[in-house]
Every structure is written in C-alpha cells, then in structure tokens.
Nanobody, 122 residues
C-alpha cells in the first residue's frame, strides 16, 4: 500500500494550510487514517486520527484549530490546519491502518507516507 502526502509548506503564524493523504493499493478495508508529526529533537506524536466510522481523535494542542476529514471514495484524508503557530512546525506524516484478506482471514497492517514539511515562521 502506498501512502502519499501533499500540502506542506512555509506559512506565517496565524495562517492556514491543508494537508492531503491518499492511500492506494490492495486493501480489504481501511480501518483508520491519521496524521502524526515530528519536530526536530522531539518524539513523533499523534496529531489527529479518523476511523472507519468517522470517529476522530485530536491532540490537545491542536483541538479547535485542526480538523481531520476523509473522502472514502478517494481513500483520502485531509487535515485543515488553522491559526498555525511556530510550535506546529514539524514533518507531518500520514499513517494508514488497513486489513488485507488471506486464506486464514483478515490481517491488519500499517503503512506510512514519506512525510511533508510544515514550517510556521514569521
């Protein structure tokens, strides 16, 4: 399964960006898709995740500013990031949790994208 992100860039504090992530390949189903970020010198952290029932979960630091959504027909999720702050600067990566069918049943797997840089600076 291939995962491709897009939409990163350089913005000023208070501005917005929209990230996209598309999964392609052989999958029986997508269980969840989410965004993670890693800033220099820090551990990777969850930003937002959306499951197959459109349930969402956000990091406290982005709640109220970021919105995750999905287009099931396109196997794509979006992360609308508003009121960006310098501390949001990081590499944002998309993770897809999916299942494939084998003779014995379903197997759960994950795949990551390469990441896209988001820089918030004045």
């Amino acid at each position: 399964v291939q995962v491709v992100e897009s939409g990163g860039g350089l913005v000023h504090p208070g501005e917005s960006l929209r990230l996209s992530c598309t999964a392609s390949g052989t999958m029986e189903r997508i269980n969840s898709m989410g965004w993670y970020r890693q800033a220099p010198g820090k551990e990777r952290e969850l930003v937002a995740v959306i499951d197959s029932g459109d349930g969402t979960n956000y990091a406290n630091s982005v709640t109220g500013r970021f919105t995750i959504s999905r287009d099931n027909a396109k196997n794509t999720i979006y992360l609308q990031m508003n009121r960006l702050r310098p501390e949001d600067t990081a590499v944002y990566s998309c993770k897809v949790d999916f299942s494939i069918a084998i003779i014995e049943g379903l197997v759960d797997l994950s795949s990551w994208g390469q990441g896209t840089q988001v820089t918030v600076s004045s």
